[in-house]
């Protein structure tokens, strides 16, 4: 498997990281942990370097299980991520007490990177005020992380002040994939942090796996390239290519995705993309959006309706289920309806248009996703 160093700390990882977030489970909800511990080990064993769990992940329960999974020798073998829970810090101690609590968890006393997890404006602001770099220097003279980091959900803005906070940045975990290279950190905040040595952790690479069971005519752009490599392949290639990019993690929930992404990451150097793939990549992100019907940004200047209509909600919504293989919005629009918030409230006043700096025909928008999705 190819490895890759982390800027400025020298420190080597496996392209492929483990992500703990989507364990096997039983039918009880729970995780099955002999199977999950046999998956984490296989993977270590062919290479893995890169474990990350986070302390909401499985409802509490996949730092304990990953601290079993690494006994018997495996931890001295891992880079291990946790995460701190900022919505759960009220105060400057509970960072520390957090940290002892996974810790202990996990079995080990020290992660190697330990992240504010899904940072975003508030949560800088709550994070300053509660003096995150003070907590940081303290966990690092006791020998608790070594290595401090952050992961991210948020705009191209608030990425850029976050990095400008703090010189001291390892590490930073940013959702991409083919279809956001223009949202969140987006890839010139991923340049940036190549610019600043700071290592780049990719999640959410196959976009929740959407992208790994793309609908029937993004399916026929890849079918139609001369190379012919799985959509999940395709969305990995896309990232791996990328010098920034450290690791990707993927959430392996069962055994077959283990191995299938071993076989994908068994690779001895970094693919340099043909323009042939560049140009495949942009075809494959234009028939996906092409499928998209609003367009809408989620910036809210149409809230509050006075009716109650939830408008971002429904539009991402519809948005999102149509980027899907089934396209349907049906489950998700009864369930906004359910929360009285449907288009069918919608009384035509028109003041979302007028506020919508995309000038997107709302109410007309409205009316069709209502009749498609009743």
Partial sequence: MLKTMFPTIDRESSMLGFGCMRFPCKPDGKIDEAEAIRMVRHAIDSGVTYIDTAYPYHGGESEIVVGKALQDGYREKVILTTKLPCW???????????????????????????????????????????????????????GKIRYPGFSFHDDYACFMDILNDWDQWKMAQVQMNILDD?????????????????????????????????????????????????????????????????????????WEQTTDNLRIFDLTERPVLTDAENALFKQVKATYMARTKTRCTGCEYCQPCPMGVAIPRIFRGYDGAMLRADSSFKDGYARIIKDEADSSRCVECRQCEGACPQHLPIVDLLKEIHEASV
């Fill in 88 to 142: 759960k810090v009220e105060k400057y101690e509970d960072m520390m007490n957090i940290l002892d609590e996974q810790l202990q968890k996990l079995q080990t006393d020290h992660v190697d990177f330990y992240i504010l997890h899904a940072m975003n404006k508030d949560r800088l602001k709550q994070m300053q005020a509660l003096d995150y770099k003070k907590f940081f220097a303290e966990a690092l003279a006791q």
């Fill in 182 to 254: 223009e949202n969140q950190a987006t890839l010139e905040g991923i340049r940036e942090c190549g610019k600043r040595g700071i290592g780049v952790v990719i999640m959410e690479p196959l976009r929740g796996g959407l992208l790994a069971n793309p609908p029937a005519d993004v399916k026929a752009v890849y079918e139609a390239f001369e190379a012919k490599r799985s959509p999940v392949e395709w969305a990995f290639r896309y990232l791996y290519a990328m010098p920034e990019v450290i690791t990707i993690l993927s959430g392996m929930s069962n």
